[in-house]
């Protein structure tokens, strides 16, 4: 059995030996050189001699010690050969080099990284599919991250606008095939998520480098190059201005509602997501194109959190930094201490009687107290001794628990429970009856709220134990949609359970 089904059992021994840093240098190159870009399928001596090129310009991560001193440089000789570019350079260290290069190219082969293909006469070198997609990962972790997200809010905005734009009455091809914008702006905002991990990621690294310096100018030193260089300036310049969480996130979240809420830009959707083979049938289309703009927009309605997460993180680097500072000039190798040291060998050389006349010009002026030299402290007393007693309790705000407890009805009020939405479709739907959304009154903003939920449960099919008990829901986006002052959203029926076929079609 292979290891995650397309790698080799030992394809990861290359990074657990002792050269795993030339193995990996090796690799990045082979796959830049090769397997990137233009297809190319090289012989077994053109990736042994660019494996010798990558050995001679990293010696450090191969030689052990050994002095091999300059190596010469070689070039492919025709297809079954390697010579030195100046036959006047041979050497023996070049020539074990070279032994060395095609030791790591057969180990390379043996632990599934390459793979040698028979054409004829011919034999070429390849990379199978799932060490590909490993090393492709690698090399774009080795590369700058900084703009990995650049101008994503924007661009999931426009997408967003160019697919409400779509009517059933549009026939043009490049207008309708905006439509296929909607997956692009789920996997861009999957991507923006997975981006404020790695700044997030990249804080807790940061956070662990400069709490493990052993000495102050090491700690200062991480904090400024890794933290300031090259997080804050790039990636926090990004996310805080053209991509900050908050820019467009109502406007987005808007945007996907109405797309969802409106039945013929859906038709148009489930059209385009069928004919791309993105779903098999229209109604497979349309509930996989209300899937991904469900997505959307709750991504971006929590999107706070992890904005606010990486903003305290942030701040409590920040302090730690600035208490290491601080502190430092507290202690015996900080200014004071220098500052003490240098008085403390000035009085010495004056008690040897050295520089007698010795002043020192300043334009410090004497200190005055403002205070009357009667009222000075009072006389330290004994130590009281130390009594049991009860601990009084913490300081109590009206203001914050009245905020709290706020924010804690306003939580429990925006997301209704089962049992907020079963009451409400109670009060909607009578018994043994059936009623459609369209029909349906909402006269509070709890009543929307479960409304909502509802829409939901019957778009999505998730519906909770606690209402399939009582009810059934499911969608009907062939009927006319429910317009009110409150919403726009497609039709979906309410039925009791147990309603026979007959009750079904009489509505109330």
Not at 118 to 144: C, F, H, W
Not at 151 to 164: C, D, K, S, T
Request: glycine share 4%; aromatic share 8%; with cysteine.
């Amino acid at each position: 059995m292979a290891l995650f089904r397309h790698l080799h059992d030992d394809a990861f021994l290359a990074f657990s030996r002792d050269h795993k840093h030339l193995y990996a240098a090796c690799l990045l190159d082979l796959h830049e050189r090769f397997f990137s870009g233009a297809p190319a399928f090289p012989a077994p001596q053109q990736v042994i001699h660019a494996i010798y090129d990558v050995m001679r310009a990293n010696p450090a991560l191969w030689d052990d010690g050994d002095d091999f001193g300059a190596l010469p440089e070689m070039i492919s000789a025709r297809r079954r050969r390697i010579r030195k570019v100046d036959v006047a350079l041979t050497s023996e260290k070049g020539d074990k080099a070279l032994g060395l290069a095609r030791q790591l190219y057969t180990r390379l082969v043996a632990w599934g990284w390459l793979e040698e293909e028979e054409y004829g006469l011919r034999v070429t070198v390849d990379m199978a599919m799932g060490p590909l997609l490993v090393i492709q990962r690698l090399a774009s972790l080795n590369k700058d991250l900084s703009q990995r997200f650049g101008g994503l809010i924007v661009q999931i905005r426009l997408n967003l606008e160019a697919v409400e734009k779509l009517t059933p009455e549009i026939t043009d091809r490049k207008q309708r095939e905006a439509a296929l914008a909607v997956r692009e702006a789920r996997n861009q905002a999957d991507q923006f998520t997975k981006s404020l991990r790695a700044i997030l990621a990249d804080l807790k690294r940061i956070r662990r480098t400069v709490m493990e310096s052993k000495t102050v100018g090491t700690r200062l030193e991480a904090f400024f190059e890794e933290f300031v260089d090259q997080l804050l300036l790039k990636d926090f310049e990004s996310i805080l201005t053209v991509n900050h969480p908050y820019r467009f996130r109502d406007a987005i979240v808007d945007l996907a509602r109405r797309i969802s809420y409106t039945s013929e830009t859906m038709q148009v959707l489930a059209e385009e997501y069928a004919a791309a083979s993105m779903a098999s049938d229209l109604e497979e289309g349309r509930m996989a194109a209300a899937d991904d703009l469900l997505a959307i927009e709750s991504i971006f309605e929590q999107i706070g959190e992890m904005f606010d997460r990486i903003e305290t993180f942030r701040r409590q680097l920040e302090a730690r930094v600035r208490n290491t500072i601080k502190y430092a000039e507290r202690g015996t190798q900080g200014l004071v201490g220098r500052a003490g040291d240098l008085v403390r060998r000035l009085d010495a050389l004056l008690r040897k009687g050295r520089h007698d006349e010795a002043t020192v010009e300043w334009n410090v002026e004497p200190l005055r107290s403002p205070w009357s030299e009667h009222h000075q402290a009072p006389t330290r007393q004994p130590r009281r001794p130390v009594e049991a007693r009860e601990l009084a309790g913490p300081p109590s705000d009206p203001l914050y628990e009245l905020r709290k407890q706020l924010r804690l009805e306003y939580i429990a009020r925006i997301a209704p429970r089962p049992e907020d939405v079963k009451r409400f479709l109670e009060g909607q739907v009578p018994p043994f009856a059936t009623k459609e959304a369209r029909f349906m009154q909402i006269g509070t903003v709890d009543d929307f709220l479960a409304f909502d939920c509802a829409r939901r449960y019957a778009l999505t099919g998730d519906v909770p134990a606690q209402i399939a008990a009582g009810f059934d829901l499911e969608p009907s986006p062939d009927t006319p949609p429910h317009d009110s002052e409150w919403l726009r959203c497609a039709n979906f029926v309410v039925s009791r359970s147990g309603t026979t076929a007959k009750g079904r079609a009489v509505h109330a």
